[in-house]
């Protein structure tokens, strides 16, 4: 997968990493969702998923565990209609984010940080996440 995130500052104790269960294998850094019962997570794909933390390690086929930050300020990919400063950005395709204050409104779980620098189309940019 390409355009992982990249760590810039972990918060908390060491990012407050959080442990799930990984549906598939996955690079470190991948923008990861809450993809299935029980408390199984997957690779971002599209828009309307809920972005539970950036992959912390990689996962290969047959592990039963995966670990992911939740508090601290990463780079991310814009999907291409750039972002602006203050913004707060949502999941929007493989390893992708996007501005969530478009009409319809994305609900607080879809939210992935804010962002913390204006962006041009497809240029990486700081984001600030800090999941309950």
């Known amino acids: 997968m390409t355009a992982e995130a990249v760590i810039i500052e972990l918060h908390g104790n060491q990012g407050d990493p959080v442990r799930f269960t990984p549906a598939a294998a996955a690079e470190k850094g991948t923008l990861m969702y809450l ?23 990689e996962v290969v086929t047959g592990d039963t565990s995966a670990t992911v930050y939740t508090h601290g300020i990463f780079d991310m990919t814009d999907s291409g209609a750039g972002i602006t400063l203050g913004n707060y950005a949502k999941l929007n395709g493989a390893n992708l984010i996007a501005t969530a204050d478009e009409a319809g409104a994305q609900g607080v779980a879809q939210e992935v940080g804010m962002v913390l620098e204006t962006t041009g189309a497809g240029e990486v940019v700081a984001v600030w996440i800090n999941k309950p």
Do not use: C, E, K
Not at 48 to 55: E, R
């Open 35 to 57: 993809s299935a019962d029980p408390r199984t997570i997957a690779a971002s794909t599209a828009d309307g998923q809920f972005f539970v933390g950036v992959l912390a390690h």
